[in-house]
T-cell receptor
Framework: GAGVSQSPSNKVTEKGKDVELRCDPISGHTALYWYRQSLGQGLEFLIY????????KSGLPSDRFSAERTGGSVSTLTIQRTQQEDSAVYLC??????????FGPGTRLLVL | AQSVSQHNHHVILSEAASLELGCNYSYGGTVNLFWYVQYPGQHLQLLLK??????LVKGIKGFEAEFIKSKFSFNLRKPSVQWSDTAEYFC????????????FGQGTTLQVKP
């Protein structure tokens, strides 16, 4: 079956621009997660959506980062006024509950 | 705060050698433990997981891990590695309250020489 998909696969942007990253979770999965994978920082949790509950935003590094999940399915991670330190691979995962998470291929973001 | 520590950052082995990758976590309550693998050019995949029960868990491709609560450890093992096991391995913990949020270790890059 279809796995988690993310778009774009690669994004190059200039410092100060806004970017939107999209995640399509596995159909029927109620939980959706965003992580960031960068050199020197490893894999960091960013935000977590579970059903209709308020999202857990405890991992967002600054108020330039935000995410939404529309209709309990697709999610968009927005980074405003990008900085060079935002360069990383942004990973999305989904799960049917709180158990095993299934990861997408990631979006590689490069901020020049 | 929870943390996960992987002691080996880069491991180089010859084919048929035995593998053990260390993982320790800091949280003292109930945890769920995972090993994920990322093969070159591919996305993260679940290798194995421990939720409860038998502390020796078996995963895909001949991997296994042992949960030792007293040592806060969840080491990954494989008796005989293959060149195709070359990948990056991540240990992760989920807890408390089953929030779903995974805390990852820094990862271990395994290179298997043919």
């Amino acid at each position: 079956g279809a796995g988690v998909s993310q778009s774009p696969s690669n994004k190059v942007t200039e410092k100060g621009k806004d970017v939107e990253l999209r995640c399509d979770p596995i159909s029927g999965h109620t939980a959706l997660y965003w992580y960031r994978q960068s050199l020197g920082q490893g894999l960091e949790f960013l935000i977590y959506f579970q059903g209709n509950s308020a999202p857990d935003k405890s991992g967002l590094p600054s108020d330039r980062f935000s995410a939404e999940r529309t209709g309990g399915s697709v999610s968009t991670l927005t980074i405003q006024r990008t900085q060079q330190e935002d360069s990383a691979v942004y990973l999305c995962a989904s799960s049917p509950g709180w158990e095993t998470q299934y990861f997408g291929p990631g979006t590689r973001l490069l901020v020049l | 705060a929870q943390s996960v520590s992987q002691h080996n950052h880069h491991v180089i082995l010859s084919e048929a050698a035995s593998l053990e990758l260390g993982c320790n976590y800091s949280y003292g309550g109930t945890v769920n433990l995972f090993w994920y693998v990322q093969y070159p050019g591919q996305h993260l995949q679940l290798l194995l997981k421990y939720f409860s029960g038998d502390p020796l868990v078996k995963g895909i491709k001949g991997f296994e891990a042992e949960f030792i609560k007293s040592k806060f450890s969840f080491n990954l093992r494989k008796p005989s590695v293959q060149w195709s096991d070359t990948a990056e391995y991540f240990c992760a913990v989920n807890g408390p309250s089953n929030t779903g949020k995974l805390i990852f270790g820094q990862g271990t890059t395994l290179q298997v020489k043919p």
